[in-house]
């Protein structure tokens, strides 16, 4: 498998930024994850912290799945904090390289889900590309963390089976762009791809699931909110965070960039932990987000996938959180507590 990096080879926009608003041009953000951590020893300087406060840690993580995050994720974690929720989602630790039976390396089995390259279809009316191979933030619970990117496509013109199959199918009414993260395809791949997508009468909706806007908000530039504005199909945005200490600074200004731009925003969540498995982590996620008018969706127990089953809280646990989270919030704040079960129409719901 091909590690998860910056596409190199894709053209950078950066031509078509306006220089003068430094905050929001493409540039920016391309040079935001060129700067991002790539290294445990680093991440940890910067936070003040020693390895021997993290003994845990693997300094020299598998170079398939390096240590990946931006400075403005870093910048949003405790200094001196060796349990910080941040933190933990995203430094490498020992215990990945232990194998648990049950944790697997398809454990959603994609693989019988592929229509197409990039086109994964599981449940009706809704299909799912593959839009990009990379992120700009290696979570290490990551589900797709083996996922052979490498085979997907990657020019336009790779896209050419699986738009033809979305083409041949009318039931097929929402495309979910996913990923790796859509959003790190350039605006240029991003249009093409949207306006492609947008040709095909029969969808009505695309949907973007992407961390960008959590963990590198300059990736919200006014020119993404004008793409996403301009495209036929509506859009929804459901972005993915954890912990409401990840939904404060420039995340929460880009959610609310997104919203003022019309566009529903949802979040999605897993379940981690040592991370979120409390009722008050759990409470203040969901409260940060409502207040800033972006709706929790789902809360996820974790797939099963190799290397992430020191992530692992119970379903009963998790169950029993929601239960919790219901007697403190208003309905519309509790997120559906789902499972990925292969093959089953949907996602299953917990109770
Ligand atoms: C999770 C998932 C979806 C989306 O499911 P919703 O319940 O509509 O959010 C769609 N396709 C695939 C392959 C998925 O894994
Ligand atoms: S952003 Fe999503 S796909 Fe990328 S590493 Fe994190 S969880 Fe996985």
Known sequence: MEPLTVPTALPLDAGSAPR????????????????????????????????????????????????LVPISFVERMRPGDAADPLLRQVLPRAAERTTVPGFLTDAVDDGAARKAPGLLQKYSGRALLIAAGSCSVHC???????????????????????LAELRNDTSVTEVILSGGDPLMLTDRRLTELCERLSDVRHIERLRIHSRLPIVLPSRVTNELLELLSQIRPQVIMVVHANHANEVTGDCSDALQRLLRQGLPVLNQAVLLKDINDSVEALEALSRALVNLGVMPYYLHQLDRVSGTAHFEASVGRGSRLIRELRERLPGYAVPQFVQEVPGQRSKIPIH
Request: hydrophobic content about 30%; aromatic content about 10%.
């Open 140 to 162: 290490r619970y990551c589900f797709r963390r083996n996922y052979p990117y490498s085979s997907e496509p990657r020019r336009i013109q790779d896209w050419e089976p699986a």
């Open 20 to 67: 003068s608003d430094a905050t929001n041009s493409s540039a920016t953000w391309q040079q935001d994850l060129a700067r991002a951590i790539r290294c445990p020893k680093e991440l940890l300087r910067q936070l003040q912290l020693l390895p021997q406060h993290v003994p845990d840690a693997d300094m020299k993580p598998d170079s398939r799945f390096p240590l």
